[in-house]
């Protein structure tokens, strides 16, 4: 007598998206390809920048290093152009060139007619939306003795330092999920495999 089984679940679904994999998976690799390029463009548009900078502001995570890694490049921009005895305001120009953000982009150039006009550097940086109350006040203090170059390279030390611990932290903390997410896969393949043979191991018996 023949035996008719019913494929599990698992198994049934494991063999589905094998076969649509093979049939379309040129479709599906020209589907991401083309995603890409869509975004890639996008992205070089004002338009498009400021549309992935807002969600990336929006992701709590993401905006801390986006926003820390902009703060480590513009400081040390800064503190070279001090230092090789660039005027401030030039300098200021010049170093905003370095950020991605397009907002922080036209916030230096508010700062740099707010410097213009008579401003103290820290005093303009101290309205700042996005450069936190640390880079502030370390710019004052490097204003008030004389060191601005040195401040404003340790700020970039400061907040380098900052987010190397933050990216070792997050690396260590996506680890497990990651084990989990490719045993779950693994695990997932192993039972569609496992499950028909148990299925008719028992209706033999």
Known sequence: NEVSLNLPVFTR????????????????????????????????TEKGRLMIEKIIW???????FFLKREIINFSKTLATLIKGGVDILESLNISKNVLISINMKKEIEEISENVSKGGSLSSSFAKSKYFPYLFTQL?????RSGNLPEM????????????????????????PFMILFMGGIIGFIVMSVLLPIFQISQSIR
């Open 58 to 64: 929006k992701i709590p995570i993401l905006n801390d």
């Open 152 to 175: 404003l390279d340790k700020v970039g030390d400061i907040y380098e330092e900052d987010l190397s611990q933050k990216s070792a932290r997050f690396v260590t903390f996506l680890e």
């Open 139 to 143: 710019l004052g203090a490097g204003e």
């Open 13 to 44: 679904i494991l063999i589905k998206t094998a076969t649509f994999l093979k049939s379309f998976w040129i479709y599906f690799v020209f589907f991401i390809f083309l995603i890409y390029f869509i975004i890639r463009s996008f992205s070089k």
